[in-house]
């Protein structure tokens, strides 16, 4: 395990080093990355006005405001990643290194995120003022703790859950396809332009097991839209239940996978 | 610069690019499952909203969809003839790649916002067609010839607008070798899928200044017959930014130093 650590933190100072060259696009990504979610949630304001929602307004104000966070949190770039590795034959590399990869990517993770999460800060200092009159920031102990613990699975779902996905390159040789439907769905199913307690009957039933939820709705639920202890409960299973789901499908695509690999180019 | 050639060649490109996108048989199928994904999650989302009330400002559910379906007409259509080639000028300049467009016999704009057709968007012309005409069975619209014409004129001068403010964007790589501009806009115009009209003043206000409200909201209008004067400035600003733009062109070309092999 220490050995793990060492090659980790090495990564992670080359990393940082690698990103810091580019600070512009970090702020930019931000600013990208805010325009949907602040989009929703005036949407939802003007319905909140005409009709009486799940949620009142301070609580959509909030939600949103903390989603930039949150999805920026659990974010990982991995799934088109691995799989053009597989596709141009970079997989190689990573067959012969006599470490897991899987701890290079996680500091590439660390490293990208925590210098552009450098950026959010101030700009979520900026717009602060904006939001400031309808924030309601007032949340018990337990629910920031248990908010931790969400956003923590979120990101490790969704790490484990592209890079299995990463591995079907290995049957249909590039997974921009593949990626371009999952950012799709977790779009819908993420929380991130609907929260839950806003979908429809059946809907609502798809996204409460959907993995995406966990990485932007679930801790939002626990910290802002009040969720039962029940429903946390059920919450952390159902996430749990799927981390270890991909665990056992990345593993054995792993293994099948490898055994059909042909590198390509010199 | 000769018409007929560049028509030609404009035909060449969105061959290649067809070819291009069949070579992975399974990206070219999931990229189809998500045209279809984008339009059936988009009309998800209204009628999740609609599901709580029944006007957006002043926009009913009908009205909204043919929002989307011009949104998705005017986007798809700036994607089947210039795909990611804007996106991707940053890559050029930074590699030295332009000196390949440059040396061509060909307006090197032209060249440089055409090189990556994507034809696949065809289907999402088609799809926002259906969304259209389903919308207007709904909305009972009467037409008159002066709303078609402007109709015509303004998703014409939107398309023209869209193609010349990403054009602008992208040309910040020029100074500083990367392409985030470029995607920072594509995602403020993704705003334009709803009607821009149904937030506060002072943002309404300065939507028109950037001009996003003239991308779908404003030909949405005219062809809803909801009053507006906006569209008679359109075709006049569609001409301007293209002016500026071109002008913008020259002035990159004049920075761009080609990078050593």
């Known amino acids: 395990m220490h050995r793990e650590f060492k090659i980790f933190w090495i990564f992670l100072k080359g990393q940082w080093q690698n990103y810091m060259a580019y600070r512009l696009g970090s702020f930019i990504w931000i600013i990208n990355g805010a325009i949907g979610p602040l989009l929703s949630m005036s949407i939802w304001l003007i319905i909140s006005s005409q009709t009486h929602l799940p949620l009142n307004q301070s609580q959509i104000v909030s939600y949103f405001f903390l989603s930039l966070l949150v999805s920026r949190l659990t974010q990982v770039w991995t799934l088109d990643q691995v799989g053009d590795w597989i596709k141009d034959g970079g997989f190689s590399n990573i067959l012969v290194k006599p470490y897991n990869y899987i701890i290079e990517n996680l500091s590439r993770q660390f490293a990208e995120k925590s210098i552009r999460l450098t950026a959010l800060v101030p700009f979520m200092i900026i717009i602060f003022p904006f939001f400031v009159s309808r924030l309601s920031f007032n949340f018990a102990p337990f629910r920031i703790i248990l908010f931790l613990l969400a956003v923590i699975m979120g990101f490790i779902l969704l790490f484990i859950w592209e890079h299995t996905l990463a591995l079907l390159a290995f049957w249909t040789h590039e997974t921009h396809g593949i990626s371009s439907v999952h950012d799709t769905l977790r779009n819908l199913f993420s929380g991130y332009a609907i929260p839950l307690v806003f979908m429809p009957g059946f809907l609502k039933s798809i996204m409460t097991i959907y993995p995406a939820r966990f990485t932007t709705s679930f801790p939002l639920e626990i910290l802002v839209a009040q969720a039962s202890a029940k429903d946390i409960v059920n919450g952390f299973a159902i996430g749990l239940t799927w981390l270890f789901l991909f665990i056992i499908i990345y593993r054995w695509l792993f293994k099948k996978g490898i055994q059909k690999y042909t590198a390509l180019g010199g | ?261």
């Open chain 2, 1 to 261: 610069m000769n018409i007929k050639r560049s028509i030609k060649l404009l035909f060449l490109y969105a061959k290649a690019g067809q070819m291009t996108s069949w070579e992975y048989r399974f990206g070219y199928f999931f990229r189809l499952i998500r045209i279809f994904m984008d339009f059936g999650i988009a009309l998800v989302f209204i009628n999740v909203f609609f599901s709580k009330t029944s006007s957006i400002g002043n926009w009913n559910q009908a009205e909204i969809f043919l929002v989307y379906a011009l949104f998705q007409m005017v986007n798809s259509t700036y994607n089947f003839f210039c795909g990611d080639s804007l996106n991707d000028l940053d890559y050029d300049v930074q590699k030295g790649k332009l000196d390949f467009s440059l040396l061509k016999p060909i307006d090197s704009q032209f060249i440089v916002s055409f090189k990556n057709t994507y034809p696949s968007n065809a289907y999402r012309v088609i799809l926002s067609i259906i969304v259209m005409i389903y919308a207007f069975g709904q909305l009972h619209l009467s037409f008159s010839p002066s709303i078609i014409v402007w109709g015509i004129i303004s998703v014409i001068s939107s398309t023209v607008i869209y193609y010349c403010l990403i054009l602008l964007a992208s040309l910040s790589s020029f100074w500083t070798s990367r392409g985030e501009v470029t995607e920072l806009m594509n995602t403020i115009f993704s705003v334009s899928k709803y009607p821009l009209d149904i937030f506060r003043k002072p943002t309404v206000q300065l939507l028109t200044f950037i001009p996003l409200i003239f991308l779908v909201t404003v030909p949405a209008r005219v062809i809803l017959g909801k009053p507006d004067h906006l569209h008679y400035l359109s075709p006049f600003l569609a001409v301007a930014i293209f002016y500026i733009s071109r002008k913008f062109w020259l002035l990159a070309l004049r920075h761009y130093s080609s990078a050593s092999s």
